[in-house]
């Protein structure tokens, strides 16, 4: 009996150890991968030679990119778009979740429902479209010709992160704000001192979901951002694959690296300062869907 | 004391609503002037309105002004006018999407078919995977161990779709054996699970290897993610109801089944009906970086249908309104998956 049970743990315990080391190594590899495909000479990249270590060591590949402008352009863009589109989500969501939060707030359910509706349905590609054109005439108008303002203030919001900050809101016990009101603390005073201290780390969980949103961004950043030196690095990195299969084309390519190489040294660096924060943010990440799946 | 008119509206704590104020100077007041009282309770709160404004506004705006736009799908397209002014077309657009007969209406049904085709191969192969890996990670009893694990398969799902299509892009890659074809169509061939030529020619390029190359990705991509809320639901499991199950005999397939599963079922329940909810949002930004003309017969689906006759082309109300019906169906499905959701476990979604 007691054999038996053994083998049956020992047995789905080889195969929980061996599928999980392949899959993770799948995970894996593919980053591996595009780091010794960049660094590696050109034949070696042409004649598939790479499998897994680099060959021919280059770093010209890495060289060419750092040296390019646009690219340099493309990343500070992002980081303007991350930093104050995540700021400006989170002001916004902050302050509303606050007073969602709030029993007393008149017409309550109309405005959770006004919230939540979105969630449910969703214009479309074709109708927003038509909505950022003439928002894009608005600002105009009053004088922000850069788009990337666009993208900051009219994108990214999601009814889903303002239901978490309101649930965390609700959460705080209404005896610590009772006792705030008495000692005299106005409602921002309230929201500052009691209500933003209390939920930490569902707003850094929340500012991470808008972040990464914002990081990633590329298709409404690409259809309304018409100026490439306005571009973000997600859109570079795709109009550089979109234009790859000229330049592999271009008469009189004489590099030492292969035209493949560029295109894993951008991929490489767009990754890296990801990789750089992941220790530190991914705990909030987990946290986050913990938070999603207990919703009530 | 005479009753203060602004407090017409009492907050009940046990129905967790308003109740007016039973005294009958201030509701005969109440029934006088409704809106000036509620204009006073707004008053006596101002801050807190004023706090919700700026969100009501963005999502005034930005989601519902669109939705809006989205009547031009009734109406003659006019780039000109706007969609107020346009006239009036009734269901014409439907009705040659729907019944046209012609090349534009097949590429409809074309695309619908793939919308719901794409989303089901998901489900179907998507979903168990985040499962099984939870219960993987289970039998990993060394935290450090566990934690290495964990971070690998995460990995894929820090970077941005962007990144992640051009890298599949880049592994999948047309191109001969000399001239930089990707690695994993290379491998794929040198253990014959496709066939030279069709490498040679890229898989991207395949309209029979998109919606495997769709789906790998997606698993690849979130499988490790996903499994954070099965874990979760795995370790909370008390180690005694192991222990209990093991001294009835139970072996490692029983213990799953009689211990692991039952404890888990409500998360994937809840799971298993929002990725229903949502199985017409299918990640057109994904399909539109993977797609191209020649894989159109299998990766086409309506917002990218939509994306080629509303934004690339000038047919807005054709597109509008094919958007409108997938939107719509995607809604019920949304609806309907919380409702059940609400009956069968009193988790509401939303």
Same mark, same amino acid.
């Given at each position: 009996m007691k054999r038996k049970l053994e083998i049956s743990e020992l047995i789905f315990k080889i195969i929980s150890y061996t599928l999980l080391t392949v899959f993770a190594l799948a995970c894996l590899y593919p980053f591996v991968y595009a780091i010794s495909a960049a660094v590696s000479g050109r034949s070696a990249v042409e004649y598939g030679q790479i499998v897994l270590f680099p060959k021919d060591v280059q770093f010209d590949a890495f060289k060419r990119m750092f040296s390019d402008n646009m690219f340099w352009?493309?990343?500070?863009?992002?980081?303007? &778009?991350?930093?104050?589109?995540?700021?400006?989500?989170?002001?916004?969501?902050?302050?509303?979740?606050?007073?969602?939060?709030?029993?007393?707030?008149?017409?309550?359910?109309?405005?959770?429902?006004?919230?939540?509706?979105?969630?449910?349905?969703?214009?479309?590609?074709?109708?927003?479209y038509l909505n950022y054109l003439d928002t894009q005439k608005v600002f105009m108008s009053v004088g922000i010709t850069d788009d990337k303002w666009l993208v900051v203030i009219a994108m990214g919001m999601a009814a889903m992160n303002i239901i978490l900050l309101r649930n965390a809101f609700e959460g705080v016990p209404s005896e610590i704000e009772e006792a705030a009101i008495v000692d005299g603390a106005s409602e921002f005073q309230v929201l500052s001192k009691v209500y933003l201290p209390m939920s930490k780390s569902t707003i850094a969980t929340v500012a991470l979901f808008f972040g990464i949103s914002r990081w990633n961004g590329y298709f409404w950043a690409r259809q309304m951002i018409s100026n490439s030196n306005e571009h973000p690095l997600q859109v570079f990195i795709r109009l550089r694959l979109e234009e790859f299969t000229d330049a592999e084309a271009m008469a009189g390519w004489n590099?030492?690296?292969?035209?493949?190489?560029? &295109?894993?040294?951008?991929?490489?660096?767009?990754?890296?300062? &990801?990789l750089i924060i992941y220790p530190f943010i991914q705990k909030y990440f987990a946290k986050g869907t913990n938070v999603g799946g207990v919703k009530e | 004391m005479k009753a203060k008119a602004a407090d017409f509206l009492i907050y009940d704590e046990a129905t967790d609503s308003y109740r007016e104020n039973p005294e009958q100077a201030v509701r005969d007041d109440v029934e006088k002037h409704y809106w000036l009282h509620v204009g006073r309770t707004i008053l006596k709160d101002w801050r807190l309105y004023i706090m919700l404004i700026p969100m009501l506004l963005v999502f005034l705006f930005w989601r519902y002004f669109p939705m809006y736009e989205l009547l031009g799908c009734f109406k003659v397209s006019d780039e000109v006018l706007p969609v107020s002014q346009q006239l009036f077309s009734g269901f014409s657009y439907f009705k040659r999407l729907l019944v046209g007969g012609d090349d534009l209406s097949r590429e409809f049904w074309r695309a619908m078919r793939n919308t719901f085709i794409l989303s089901f191969y998901g489900l179907c192969f998507g979903f168990p995977m985040p499962i099984i890996l939870a219960l993987f990670f289970n039998e990993i009893k060394s935290n450090i161990a566990r934690s290495?694990?964990?971070?690998?398969?995460y990995l894929p799902k820090f970077m941005s779709t962007v990144v992640m299509t051009s890298l599949v892009v880049m592994l999948v890659k047309q191109g001969s054996l000399t001239s930089g074809m990707g690695i994993v169509s290379q491998a794929l061939a040198s253990l014959g699970w496709v066939s030279q030529d069709v490498a040679n020619s890229g898989?991207?390029?395949?309209?029979?290897?998109?919606?495997? !190359?769709?789906?790998?990705?997606?698993?690849?991509?979130?499988?490790?993610?996903?499994?954070?809320?099965?874990?979760?639901?795995? &370790?909370?499991?008390?180690?005694?109801?192991?222990?209990?199950?093991?001294?009835?005999?139970?072996?490692? +397939?029983?213990? $799953?089944?009689?211990?692991?599963?039952?404890?888990? @079922?409500?998360?994937?329940v809840i799971m298993l009906i929002t990725r229903i909810g949502s @199985?017409?949002?299918?990640?057109?930004?994904?399909? @539109?970086?993977?797609?191209?003309?020649?894989?159109? !017969?299998?990766?086409?689906?309506?917002?990218?249908?939509?994306?080629?006759?509303?934004?690339?082309?000038?047919?807005?109300?054709?597109?509008?309104?094919?958007? +409108? +019906?997938?939107? !719509?169906?995607? $809604? @019920?499905? !949304?609806?309907?998956?919380?409702?059940?959701?609400?009956?069968a476990s009193d988790v509401s979604l939303y």
């Amino acid at each position: 009996m007691k054999r038996k049970l053994e083998i049956s743990e020992l047995i789905f315990k080889i195969i929980s150890y061996t599928l999980l080391t392949v899959f993770a190594l799948a995970c894996l590899y593919p980053f591996v991968y595009a780091i010794s495909a960049a660094v590696s000479g050109r034949s070696a990249v042409e004649y598939g030679q790479i499998v897994l270590f680099p060959k021919d060591v280059q770093f010209d590949a890495f060289k060419r990119m750092f040296s390019d402008n646009m690219f340099w352009n493309a990343y500070s863009n992002t980081l303007f &778009i991350t930093f104050y589109g995540t700021v400006w989500a989170l002001l916004y969501s902050i302050l509303g979740a606050y007073a969602l939060s709030k029993r007393r707030l008149l017409f309550r359910k109309f405005f959770n429902f006004f919230l939540v509706f979105t969630m449910w349905f969703a214009a479309g590609i074709v109708p927003q479209y038509l909505n950022y054109l003439d928002t894009q005439k608005v600002f105009m108008s009053v004088g922000i010709t850069d788009d990337k303002w666009l993208v900051v203030i009219a994108m990214g919001m999601a009814a889903m992160n303002i239901i978490l900050l309101r649930n965390a809101f609700e959460g705080v016990p209404s005896e610590i704000e009772e006792a705030a009101i008495v000692d005299g603390a106005s409602e921002f005073q309230v929201l500052s001192k009691v209500y933003l201290p209390m939920s930490k780390s569902t707003i850094a969980t929340v500012a991470l979901f808008f972040g990464i949103s914002r990081w990633n961004g590329y298709f409404w950043a690409r259809q309304m951002i018409s100026n490439s030196n306005e571009h973000p690095l997600q859109v570079f990195i795709r109009l550089r694959l979109e234009e790859f299969t000229d330049a592999e084309a271009m008469a009189g390519w004489n590099q030492p690296y292969a035209s493949d190489s560029v &295109i894993y040294a951008l991929i490489v660096c767009s990754i890296v300062p &990801i990789l750089i924060i992941y220790p530190f943010i991914q705990k909030y990440f987990a946290k986050g869907t913990n938070v999603g799946g207990v919703k009530e | 004391m005479k009753a203060k008119a602004a407090d017409f509206l009492i907050y009940d704590e046990a129905t967790d609503s308003y109740r007016e104020n039973p005294e009958q100077a201030v509701r005969d007041d109440v029934e006088k002037h409704y809106w000036l009282h509620v204009g006073r309770t707004i008053l006596k709160d101002w801050r807190l309105y004023i706090m919700l404004i700026p969100m009501l506004l963005v999502f005034l705006f930005w989601r519902y002004f669109p939705m809006y736009e989205l009547l031009g799908c009734f109406k003659v397209s006019d780039e000109v006018l706007p969609v107020s002014q346009q006239l009036f077309s009734g269901f014409s657009y439907f009705k040659r999407l729907l019944v046209g007969g012609d090349d534009l209406s097949r590429e409809f049904w074309r695309a619908m078919r793939n919308t719901f085709i794409l989303s089901f191969y998901g489900l179907c192969f998507g979903f168990p995977m985040p499962i099984i890996l939870a219960l993987f990670f289970n039998e990993i009893k060394s935290n450090i161990a566990r934690s290495v694990y964990q971070v690998l398969t995460y990995l894929p799902k820090f970077m941005s779709t962007v990144v992640m299509t051009s890298l599949v892009v880049m592994l999948v890659k047309q191109g001969s054996l000399t001239s930089g074809m990707g690695i994993v169509s290379q491998a794929l061939a040198s253990l014959g699970w496709v066939s030279q030529d069709v490498a040679n020619s890229g898989l991207l390029n395949n309209p029979a290897f998109f919606r495997p !190359v769709y789906i790998i990705s997606g698993i690849w991509e979130g499988a490790g993610y996903d499994s954070i809320v099965f874990f979760a639901a795995i &370790i909370a499991i008390s180690p005694t109801s192991y222990e209990a199950a093991q001294i009835d005999g139970a072996g490692k +397939m029983a213990q $799953m089944r009689y211990v692991v599963l039952p404890s888990i @079922l409500s998360t994937i329940v809840i799971m298993l009906i929002t990725r229903i909810g949502s @199985l017409l949002n299918i990640g057109y930004e994904k399909v @539109l970086l993977l797609y191209n003309t020649s894989t159109y !017969v299998t990766a086409d689906v309506v917002s990218t249908f939509a994306q080629r006759y509303g934004l690339a082309g000038a047919a807005k109300g054709i597109a509008s309104a094919a958007e +409108m +019906m997938n939107n !719509v169906v995607g $809604m @019920l499905l !949304v609806i309907g998956a919380n409702t059940i959701a609400r009956k069968a476990s009193d988790v509401s979604l939303y």
